[in-house]
């Protein structure tokens, strides 16, 4: 099994900034691709960041150049520096990891619990 677990979440003001961390634990032959989900309550859950293996990261357009997306492969762990949050940014944010838990496996997508983002006005 593998598990992700996020951390970092809180209640903060209009303009300040938050730090989230997702940390991969389990039977995983390779973590390839991570990245970043939201949902606020009765809308549909979007994509925010993500992040392949060699560094390449990629963002919902209405967070780029706010957020801020990097891991560290060593420790099977994603962050999401989040600067300059707005209230639409509160959401519950969900870490992914797109893994292989053999060689020459398909990806198998896992998900994390989800921590709550809460930005005031």
């Known amino acids: 099994q593998v598990q992700l677990v996020e951390s970092g979440g809180g209640l903060v003001q209009a303009g300040g900034s938050l730090r989230l961390s997702c940390v991969a634990s389990?039977?995983?032959?390779?973590?390839?691709?991570m990245g970043w989900y939201r949902q606020a309550p009765g809308k549909q859950r979007e994509f925010v960041s993500s992040?392949?293996?060699?560094?390449?990261?990629d963002y919902l357009d209405s967070v780029k150049g706010r957020f801020t997306i990097s891991r560290d492969n060593a420790k099977n762990t994603v962050y999401l520096q989040m600067n300059s949050l707005k209230p639409e940014d509160t959401a519950v944010y969900s870490c992914?990891?797109?893994?292989?838990?053999?060689?020459?496996?398909?990806?198998?997508?896992?998900w994390g619990q989800g921590t709550q983002v809460t930005v005031s006005s």
């Open positions: 992914y990891a797109l893994g292989q838990l053999a060689s020459g496996s398909l990806n198998v997508r896992y």
């Open positions: 389990g039977n995983i032959f390779r973590i390839n691709t």
């Open positions: 992040i392949t293996s060699d560094r390449v990261s």
